[in-house]
């Protein structure tokens, strides 16, 4: 189901609802992928409004909480708003629950007793806790004697319970998300007055060891709650923007806290186009690709060596090095690799730790490759392991490996020139053990 915006079209909030009861009963699965956009911040408020206003049906985000015999303890409303101009959902919950605060134990039970399906259950399940976990930890307490205090409160239950059932709904293949902002100074809780942010919100960053920026740290407020924190921590993929990707529909959500900025939370269905994705009837092909680079004066040559080896058997698409002159006219060493960009990280922990260069330069580049592929060819030696390329004009050349050369130098005492003239003559007996990448 794409994106609903009737006000364009003078429609109210209330025909959007209507018409998302008359679509609900579409299947699951329908969105490629999701992104998260919090820019500032995230809160499950937040998220939920955009995932209604992205076309989740209300009836959907409330049966769970139906089903755990919720009903009659809120009543929940969305409604068009706008932050600073821009057009949003805001959510709001008229709060009839009295319980101001439940323990993890009491919530573990309500979740596990009750019909909701498995699959929502255990998402559901997982972000309550990873909040128990955390809150246990900064009070040195047991998980289950934890008391949630603002999170254990109805319209965070809500929040909570109705992303997850709407992630549940839309079945995405992924999800990304940008990195959040955390804001700065104080908020008042049960416990008092807190730094922001928050001992849960902290500890629940380290757990997952997600990052976070601080391009809105000069404003006072806090810009991610502990309940938008927890969401994003469980259901997110990977904090990295695909390199390309379309947009299909989106939603935005907005939140109660005033900013001189547009206090928003975007939900995309996106489609993203990879290297795996991509036609590959393109020839060359584009991708990114990470350059690492260090000088080293401090070590072997066995052990250069041994290290540029690890970088290939670990995935680098190339490795080189030469030997260099570093201060106090001592000989030292380039090494340069060209690693997967969806691997830098890992290779930078590789040179740190089988290295002993204390820093990495990094680049970002571009290449055009041309499609290739591996197969086996049928000589006059036997079966000889080769690998084609296909040119821009069509053609195709072929190359037997290089350990396949020595092995047949060894075995039939010829040259390499005469073992690729006839491994190319045989072009016509070529089987592929891979299609073109």
């Known amino acids: 189901m794409k994106n609903f915006y009737l006000k364009r079209n003078n429609f109210n909030i209330d025909c959007l609802s209507l018409l998302q009861i008359l679509f609900s009963s579409r299947t699951l699965g329908f969105m490629d992928e999701i992104l998260i956009e919090c ?10 409004g955009a995932f209604f206003d992205i076309g989740v049906p209300k009836n959907v985000i409330e049966k769970p909480l139906f089903d755990l015999g919720l009903e009659k303890l809120y009543c929940l409303k969305f409604k068009e708003s706008n932050s600073c101009s821009i057009r949003a959902i805001k959510v709001e919950i008229e709060k009839i629950d009295q319980i101001k605060k439940r323990t993890w134990k009491s919530i573990k039970e309500l979740i596990s007793k009750n019909s909701l ?13 990873s909040l128990a976990i955390a809150e246990g930890k900064v009070h040195g307490i047991n998980p289950d004697e934890v008391h949630f205090h603002e999170i254990g409160a109805i319209d965070s239950l809500i929040d909570i319970i109705g992303v997850c059932a709407a992630i549940n709904y839309l ?10 902002n955390l804001g700065k100074g104080f908020v008042e809780t049960e416990h008092g007055k807190l730094s922001i942010p928050s001992p849960a919100v902290i500890e629940l960053l380290s757990k997952k060891n997600i990052r976070v920026a601080s391009s809105f740290d000069s404003f006072e407020g806090e810009l991610s709650t502990p309940t938008g924190i927890a969401l ?8 990295e923007y695909p390199n390309k990707y379309s947009i299909k529909s989106y939603g935005v959500g907005m939140g109660n806290m005033q900013c001189p900025f547009p206090n928003l939370v975007r939900i995309l269905e996106i489609k993203s186009f990879d290297k795996n994705s991509e036609d590959k009837k393109d020839n060359p092909r584009f991708e990114k690709i990470a350059v690492q680079e260090a000088w080293i004066d401090d070590q072997t040559p066995e052990d250069i060596a041994n290290f540029i080896n690890k970088l290939r058997n670990e995935g680098a698409y190339d490795v080189s090095s030469h030997a260099i002159n570093m201060k106090k006219n001592r000989i030292g060493y380039s090494v340069e690799a060209i690693v997967p960009l969806d691997k830098k990280e890992y290779f930078r922990e590789l040179w740190l730790n089988y290295s002993n260069t204390i820093g990495i330069r990094e680049r970002i580049q571009s290449r055009w490759i041309l499609l290739r592929r591996r197969g086996e060819c049928l000589t006059s030696f036997g079966k000889v392991k ?3 390329k296909l040119k821009p004009n069509g053609s195709i050349s072929m190359k037997p490996e290089n350990d396949e050369i020595l092995r047949l130098m060894s075995e039939n005492n010829k040259t390499s020139e005469e073992i690729r ?14 299609n073109w990448k």
């Open 39 to 48: 820019s500032p911040g995230v809160s499950g408020d937040m998220m939920l």
């Open 117 to 129: 399906n498995k699959k929502l259950q255990k998402i559901i399940y997982k972000v309550f806790e």
């Open 171 to 180: 079945n995405p293949k992924k999800i990304y998300c940008n990195e959040p």
């Open 232 to 239: 994003i921590s469980n259901l997110v993929d990977s904090y």
């Open 386 to 388: 080769v690998k084609q």
């Open 421 to 434: 003239k006839i491994v190319q003559d045989s072009i016509s007996n070529f089987k592929a053990f891979e």
